[in-house]
């Protein structure tokens, strides 16, 4: 199936440092989510985005809707270790049931 | 609080065995979804459930069943488990229409067929 492009595919970071990630679509979408998943875990809904533009923030994490809606960031300011995992994006469309995932950023962060 | 739960964290089966694995959510989502979860080749959707009763294949179909026979309830049947659908189960639901398309997940199932 299809797969958004997600990058970087890994970061290693220090405790304290901010983190960037982004994701990209050939097609646009209407709803943006970010996940974060912990090994042995289910994926956990961080952010939710609906509309091109949009900025949210949850806590530390700070997620963008892309103007062309065929993009989407997250930020993570000053990093903890508890922030280890993978993060991933989905996009999906209205009028479909579909949601389409991301390949992931397994971050680290070395305290 | 949202909550989608799943039977079971871990379950060992044995090739030719029916797996059950059920999930439950309890936020009155029309959309229910099983995924599975590989490395390298990340979330592929396998069935999809619109209403009770109601299913839709997914990617990777093949192998699996559904049921859905309660709202709150969708069910993951591998009929004669094989040693390739040793995988991550995940279960997630959403809301079928409206503003808000956030899909959760459940905990997973970690399957292994020997």
């Known amino acids: 199936g299809q797969q958004l492009n997600q990058s970087p595919q890994s970061m290693f970071i220090q405790e304290g440092e901010d983190v960037s990630m982004n994701c990209t679509s050939s097609?646009?979408?209407?709803?943006w989510l970010w996940y974060k998943q912990e090994p042995g875990e289910g994926p956990v809904l961080l952010i939710a985005l609906y509309k091109a533009g949009e900025l949210t923030s949850n806590g530390r994490l700070t997620a963008q809707f892309g103007i062309t809606r065929k993009d989407s960031f997250l930020n993570i300011s000053a990093s903890i270790p508890s922030d280890v995992g993978i993060y991933f994006c989905?996009?999906?469309?209205?009028?479909?049931?579909?949601?389409?995932f991301g390949t992931g950023t397994r971050l680290k962060v070395l305290a | 609080d949202v909550k989608v739960t799943q039977s079971s964290r871990y379950l060992v089966k044995r090739t030719g065995e029916k797996v059950f694995l059920e999930c439950v959510q309890d936020?009155?989502?029309?959309?229910m979804f099983w995924y599975r979860q590989d490395p390298g080749l990340g979330l592929r959707l396998i069935y999809f459930s619109y209403d009770v009763k109601m299913k839709e294949k997914g990617d990777i179909p093949e192998g699996y069943s559904v049921s859905r026979e309660k709202k709150e309830r969708f069910s993951l049947i591998l009929e004669s488990a094989s040693t390739n659908q040793t995988s991550m189960y995940l279960c997630?639901?959403?809301?079928?229409?409206?503003?808000?398309?956030?899909?959760?997940f459940g905990p997973g199932t970690r399957l292994t067929v020997l």
């Open positions: 989905a996009g999906w469309t209205s009028g479909t049931y579909k949601y389409i």
């Open positions: 936020m009155d989502h029309e959309n």
């Open positions: 997630a639901s959403s809301f079928r229409t409206g503003r808000y398309n956030e899909q959760f």
């Open positions: 097609s646009i979408f209407n709803t």
